[in-house]
């Protein structure tokens, strides 16, 4: 059983680590079960956001607008993370963003991980609904939903109250223990200078403000966005 980790959440765009954004990282260490530090910091997606995500998370543009880019802030967060476990609810969608993010900037990221969604379903079968947010009515821990830091402390306590429910059950240690962390992705770079002119002559042709910041696109992003584009403005030129 492990009580020195860091809780982590990240709240985002959309569910997707290849296509979406981060726009904010919450991480609560916890040191021989109590919460010893806090990281806190939105992030600038270079994107407008959502209305979906806007009423989930109550994050506005204006939250994010000033926010440091994820590559500024990369070194403070690995300096706060260091070589300790990190711990989390459904945890490879939250480090699945943050190995993209790393990755991008050429940078190692490799961390070994507990998740109390899997502890959940081996150890409370009974319990139909193992969302952070019933768990947390279930053992009555205070949780601020779909925000970062509230959803990182809370998944840190449910796990201390998980493993109290566990008591003596010694064939249910197993689920606890922290294991590698496996996520591939695949490598991007920024947009192309060619690209970027490209998608400005695009913007400027078809009287386009686009709801993303053409200097921040990878390359995979900005040919989404001018092939996007050139069928859109195909298929309604062959309706005229």
Same mark, same amino acid.
């Given at each position: 059983m492990i009580n020195t980790y860091?809780?982590?959440?990240?709240?985002?765009?959309?569910?997707?680590? !290849?296509?979406?954004?981060?726009?904010?990282?919450?991480?609560?260490?916890f040191t021989e079960g109590e919460e010893t530090a806090v990281f806190s910091s939105y992030v600038n997606p270079g994107i407008r956001l959502p209305e979906r995500i806007i009423e989930l998370t109550g994050i506005t543009d204006a939250d994010v607008e000033d926010a440091p880019d994820m590559e500024d802030l990369l070194e403070e967060l690995d300096?706060?993370?260091?070589?300790?476990?990190?711990?989390?609810?459904?945890?490879?969608?939250?480090?699945?963003?943050? !190995?993209?993010?790393?990755?991008?900037q050429?940078?190692?990221?490799?961390?070994?991980?507990?998740?109390?969604?899997?502890?959940?379903?081996?150890?409370?079968p009974q319990t139909e609904h193992k969302g952070l947010g019933d768990l947390c009515a279930l053992y009555n821990i205070p949780l601020r939903a779909h925000r970062a830091v509230g959803d990182a402390r809370a998944a840190g306590l449910l796990y201390q109250r998980l493993m109290e429910n566990v008591g003596e059950k010694k064939e249910l240690e197993k689920y606890f223990e922290p294991k590698p962390l496996i996520c591939q992705v695949r490598k991007d770079s920024p947009a192309t200078a060619p690209q970027k002119g490209l998608l400005h002559?695009?913007?400027?042709?078809?009287?386009?403000?686009?709801?993303?910041?053409?200097?921040?696109?990878?390359?995979?992003?900005?040919?989404?966005?001018?092939?996007?584009?050139?069928?859109?403005?195909?298929?309604?030129m062959d309706r005229q």
């Open positions: 860091i809780a982590i959440d990240l709240e985002t765009t959309g569910l997707s680590a !290849k296509l979406d954004k981060i726009i904010e990282i919450g991480a609560v260490k300096a706060f993370l260091g070589e300790e476990i990190l711990l989390g609810h459904n945890l490879l969608f939250d480090y699945s963003f943050l !190995k993209r993010a790393f990755s991008y050429k940078r190692k990221f490799e961390k070994t991980g507990i998740d109390t969604l899997k502890i959940a379903r081996a150890c409370l002559k695009l913007h400027r042709q078809y009287g386009i403000v686009p709801e993303y910041d053409v200097e921040k696109l990878t390359k995979s992003e900005a040919s989404r966005h001018i092939d996007r584009i050139l069928s859109e403005h195909k298929a309604v």
